[in-house]
């Protein structure tokens, strides 16, 4: 995997105040910023256009166009704070990568990125992200026992989330 770094000037950084962010995404951000977004996730460029709903048809004129529109714009920013959340809450952008490309419980098995194409979806994965960054989750399997139908709520420490998140022998933070 690639391991590209986050840059905090990059789409949606910190140190983008919001007035500066809306105006840029009005005005649409440009190409090379979703190419920035496309390394840094680690997906192929048509994936990364299906999550945000962008035709390959649309691609190449935004690509020849060097701008993306406001719409899409919007997106790339939530996908970009999207993963800089969740490098911050796991600790590195690989295993932030990996815990966006697969099903979680806590989504209804959903893939975080795939909900990252709407904002309620978007607040969902941002929720829980939360949950999980804040050490709140809901741990169906324990050591390996399985409860069907009731759920403890567990209060551990950030890094231990991050840690089972990451396991891939222990079921990952719901």
């Known amino acids: 995997m690639k391991t590209a770094a986050l840059d905090k000037n990059a789409v949606g950084g910190k140190s ?3 007035t500066e962010l809306i105006q ?5 951000l440009r190409f090379t910023e979703l190419k920035t977004l ?12 299906a999550k945000l709903c962008i035709s390959r048809s649309t691609l190449q004129r935004r690509k020849a166009a060097g701008r ?3 719409d899409e714009s919007d997106k790339v920013v939530r996908f970009s704070r999207l993963l800089r959340h969740a490098t ?7 295993r932030a990568r990996a815990w966006l490309k697969h099903p ?17 979806g978007a607040r969902e994965v941002e929720n829980l992200l939360g949950r999980i960054e804040y050490s709140v989750y809901t ?21 231990a989330l991050a840690s089972m998140a990451a396991d891939g022998t222990r079921e990952a933070p719901q």
């Not at 496309?38 to 256009?49: I, S």
């Not at 390996?144 to 890094?159: M, N, Q, Y």
């Open 139 to 159: 741990l169906c399997r324990l050591r390996g026992e399985s409860f069907a139908r009731r759920a403890l709520t567990v209060h551990l420490p950030a890094k």
């Open 24 to 28: 840029r995404i009005q005005k649409g």
């Open 68 to 70: 993306l529109s406001p």
């Open 104 to 120: 979680k419980g806590g989504l209804g098995g959903a893939v975080p990125l795939d909900y990252e194409s709407t904002g309620t």
């Open 38 to 49: 496309q390394d840094t996730l680690d997906l192929p460029f048509e994936k990364l256009a």
């Open 88 to 94: 911050a809450v796991f600790g590195d952008a690989e």
């Open 16 to 18: 983008t105040h919001p």
